[in-house]
């Protein structure tokens, strides 16, 4: 039998060896708890935990409370070692990650790692290399960090068909758009107020932009469909075109606009069966489950053929709650050496195809400045009907020479709705199209 079928464990009476590789935020408090809180965890465990090495940049820099003999700034002799059997990836980035992961994976060391941006972009080649050498991959924390997620996906789901996975995955901006919300701020005032919580790097576009939500909705779409999904497979739209007209016009009519990762499997035109992944400002019904989720917290909201609708809902950001994340995989990583099996690897069984994002169906809420003559909302209704498009309601106000359109569609193709808008803005009639931003969970 190879190693990926065949691991008999070390018994309880064999330290299992661990190297945390990174000494940021994350870092310290699981070395920090690890050490604190050994007895526990390794009654957890049912065998002994010991940690061989601590793997940092910068060696002179002073680090309160950490055993010195334990750090060393070269991370691949630590992963080489002999005593090292768990390998605790807390670095960040991305190449330089990729290249420690790989080789502790190679090596035959089990891997604990927070790094989102990792697993969304070489989610293939890492669980290639573990089934190869018959070790683990764990990365609860990547996604919505101490919510768990990513183990029910992989475990408690196993047996039953996910047909839609959609969430707020991103603190700093569910964060900004909750507080444009109950201020009235502007987009750029609350962005900076989240740079100044410490809740948005000083660069913000990671999260602001929708990249960090795509990874993570990547790594979900992975899971729940059993397809390899990329984060270049996600469309992606940030919340920077979102201002404080369009969420108080949400809030009249209703709605609340939310960043959703949004992940799904569905029949296009030509009859095959694919997947989407998406994330994007997204208006949600007030009473939707997800609406209610405020401040910085994460929501995931699952729908199963068998399981009906599972909500995970937390702290999805922030030190502790990763340290959270990451302490409980290094247990279970740590029971696999002690007592042998292996955790769930990657599921691609499925294979299924990514959609096409013009086959994506959803509505929309279009938002335009108008001239405020008869016939206008004949003519703008009559050009939604030429592209396939269905029109829900249509509200008018006027505003002296012109006025301004709102109509929410029912729903309709991407492709479809692109094409209008471009239709749109060369009408006469049509002064601007202010905004057009997706509705869902009607």
Do not use: W
């Not at 070269?74 to 420690?100: K, N, Q, S, T, W």
């Not at 707020?168 to 964060?175: A, L, P």
């Not at 309601?393 to 709102?406: F, H, S």
């Amino acid at each position: 039998m190879t190693k990926t079928t065949y691991n008999p464990g070390k018994g309880p009476d064999v330290p299992v060896g661990i190297a945390i590789l990174g000494q940021g935020t994350v870092g310290r408090e699981v070395l920090r708890i690890l050490m604190a809180n050994k007895d526990s965890l390794e009654h957890r465990v049912g065998g002994k935990l010991e940690v061989r090495g601590v793997a940092v940049g910068d060696l002179s820099k002073p680090r309160a409370g950490v055993d010195q003999s334990l750090l060393t700034d070269d991370a691949m002799e630590l992963i080489h070692r002999d005593d090292v059997d768990i390998v605790v990836e807390v670095i960040g980035g991305i190449e330089y990650p990729r290249e420690v992961v790989l080789a502790a994976l190679r090596a035959g060391k089990s891997v604990v790692t927070a790094n989102k941006a990792l697993v969304a972009a070489h989610s293939a080649e890492l669980a290639e290399a573990a089934d190869a050498a018959g070790v683990d991959l764990y990365f609860e924390a990547a996604v919505a960090a101490a919510i768990p997620v990513v183990g029910p996906l992989r475990r408690s789901l196993a047996g039953d068909q996910v047909v839609s996975v959609a969430g707020i995955v991103n603190g700093t901006t569910n964060f900004i758009l909750d507080a444009m919300e109950t201020t009235g701020a502007s987009y750029e005032d609350m962005v900076q107020q989240a740079i100044d919580l410490g809740y948005a790097e000083a660069d913000p576009s990671a999260d602001v932009d929708g990249h960090d939500a795509a990874s993570k909705a990547a790594i979900l779409a992975s899971l729940a469909f059993h397809t390899r999904v990329t984060k270049d497979d996600v469309y992606c739209e940030g919340i920077s075109k979102i201002t404080s007209d369009d969420i108080q016009a949400a809030k009249a009519a209703g709605y609340t606009i939310k960043l959703l990762a949004l992940c799904e499997r569905f029949i296009n035109p030509q009859g095959e069966e694919v997947i989407s992944a998406r994330v994007h400002p997204t208006l949600i019904p007030r009473d939707h489950p997800l609406a209610s989720v405020n401040k910085s917290f994460n929501a995931i909201f699952v729908e199963a053929e068998a399981a009906g609708r599972l909500m995970f809902y937390g702290n999805g950001a922030g030190g502790a709650p990763t340290t959270s994340a990451v302490l409980g995989d290094l247990v279970g990583a740590a029971r696999n050496k002690v007592h042998g099996g292996r955790a769930p690897g990657e599921s691609t069984y499925a294979n299924l195809p990514i959609a096409d994002f013009g086959d994506v169906q959803t509505r929309y809420h279009v938002d335009m400045q108008v001239v405020d003559r008869l016939g206008v909302l004949a003519e703008v209704a009559a050009l939604f009907s030429a592209n396939d498009i269905s029109l829900r309601t249509v509200r008018q106000e006027d505003k002296g020479e012109t006025a301004r359109l709102v109509v929410v569609t029912h729903a309709a193709r991407e492709a479809d709705l692109a094409r209008t808008v471009e239709k749109l803005q060369e009408l006469d009639a049509v002064k601007e199209v202010t905004s057009v931003i997706r509705l869902e969970g009607e």
